[in-house]
């Protein structure tokens, strides 16, 4: 079965307020076998919320509304309910009467226009609300549609996610496990760094539509790229034997450019190899500023395997902690081969770790002056030494100051992690 969650309120059209609630209800949803298939954010308009609810009975077989049951004039949300499902309200004593001990407690008056909030749906099931004045409601129906009617399952919840969560566990979790046919989710996820997302789609295509029962998706980002398998079955074994079966074809056809087939980030899968080898690790940075420690020290227990760095952003820091002869920095340039090979050589001497990783480069604007000026912003040499070995490899990294500096530690720990192998 699928679904689609629609949040209700104008203020999540604004680059201000997001709408986090359906990450939640999303993941409740799959643990019930439910697929997530449309996501919509309406505002508050009376015409926009019934076109969105109308199209949503029409394509799903669960809706999911969150926001706008609150008192005031813009909170349409089981107006225009009953206006698709042609359905009355009625304003459910037991739910004024809670309402007036909730404002009598606070010794607050009873706004009159906070009685609407006791107004149900003909037919829904009201789902008491312990942390807030507007109570959930669930409704199971028949919906005709051009192809005809058809069963579907209608929740309005409210929108503060204090509220939503708590009540969509208790109440509505087991009425949607009892009325759906059980079926489950699994989920693989394999990552590949530093890949375009058309090569490996033109290699992964051929497979992946063989299996038609298992939903693909490919996404793009930060330096990476992940494959994304879905299966819905009866039983999960039967559903985790698809996913893991398409997810060894690929991980066979894409080989060692699989960096996780369980999820894990590439610093920690860096962190991994590390520790399994008994290595220790120090680096050296200039233009990200620190960047690749924090993504090595974000990864918890890192101080087993990662000793510590540098962040030698001027030539004499360079010089002072890594060890640079400066005369190098001179001749060269600090955006150099050479000079990332005696930071890589610098920073594992000094610190006594097995082995030294170095960024250096442009990140924009470009170098003014010196050895350096005339270089391409985006031109990054990253160094890798072990005592015996030392390599150096260049980039030219397209985009602004940000992506430079975020490809830069990715490219770094890619290096790092196919010398490990």
């Known amino acids: 079965m699928i679904a689609e969650i629609i949040a209700i309120g104008s203020e999540m059209l604004t680059p201000h307020r997001q709408d986090t609630n359906s990450l939640y209800l999303t993941a409740g949803l799959n643990d019930l076998g439910v697929s997530v298939a449309f996501k919509t954010i309406v505002g508050d308009n009376r015409r926009h919320l019934v076109s969105a609810i109308r199209l949503a009975l029409l394509r799903v077989d669960i809706v999911l509304l969150s926001g706008g049951l609150g008192p005031t004039e813009d909170d349409l949300t089981r ?10 309200l009625h304003r459910d004593p037991s739910v004024v009467n809670k309402l007036r001990e909730r404002f009598a407690a606070r010794r607050i008056p009873l706004p009159p226009n906070n009685l609407k909030q006791a107004d149900v749906l003909e037919g829904a099931h009201l789902l008491p609300n312990a942390n807030g004045s507007a109570p959930g409601q669930y409704i199971d129906t028949v919906f005709a549609t051009p192809d005809g009617p058809f069963r579907k399952i209608i929740i309005l919840l ?40 058309s090569t490996v789609d033109a290699r992964c295509a051929p497979i992946y539509t063989q299996f038609t029962d298992v939903e693909t998706t490919i996404l793009a980002g930060h330096a990476e790229i992940q494959l994304h398998f879905v299966c819905s079955k009866p039983s999960l074994e039967a559903a985790n034997a698809r996913v893991d079966a398409l997810a060894d074809l690929i991980a066979h056809e894409m080989g060692d450019d699989i960096f996780s087939a369980e999820g894990e980030s590439l610093e920690e899968v860096v962190m991994l190899m590390l520790g399994l080898r008994n290595q220790t690790l120090a680096i050296a940075e200039s233009c990200t500023g620190g960047w690749l420690g924090e993504r ?7 101080s087993r395997v990662f000793l510590g760095g540098a962040i030698t952003y001027s030539d004499v820091s360079k010089t002072t902690f890594a060890n640079v002869d400066a005369a190098l920095i001179a ?50 040499y990253i160094g890798l030494a072990d005592g015996e070995d030392t390599q150096v490899r260049q980039f030219q990294i397209n985009g602004d100051r940000e992506r430079i500096r975020l490809w830069s530690t990715q490219h770094a720990l890619e290096m790092l992690r196919r010398s490990l192998q």
């Open 158 to 197: 409210p929108g503060p996610p204090k509220e939503l969560k708590p009540l969509f566990d208790t109440e509505c979790r087991p009425r949607l496990s009892a009325a759906l046919p059980a079926f489950h989710l699994a989920r693989r996820m394999l990552r590949m760094a530093l890949i375009p997302e």
């Open 79 to 88: 107006e225009c309910l009953a206006e698709v499902l042609q359905v009355q």
């Open 331 to 380: 001749h060269y340039g600090a955006i150099s081969d050479p000079v990332a090979r005696a930071m890589a050589e610098g920073i594992r001497q000094r610190t006594g770790a097995t082995l030294g990783l170095s960024i250096t480069g442009i990140a924009g604007p470009s170098v003014p002056g010196g050895a350096d000026a005339g270089k391409p912003v985006g031109l990054v």
């Open 296 to 302: 090595l020290t974000a990864i918890p227990n890192s």
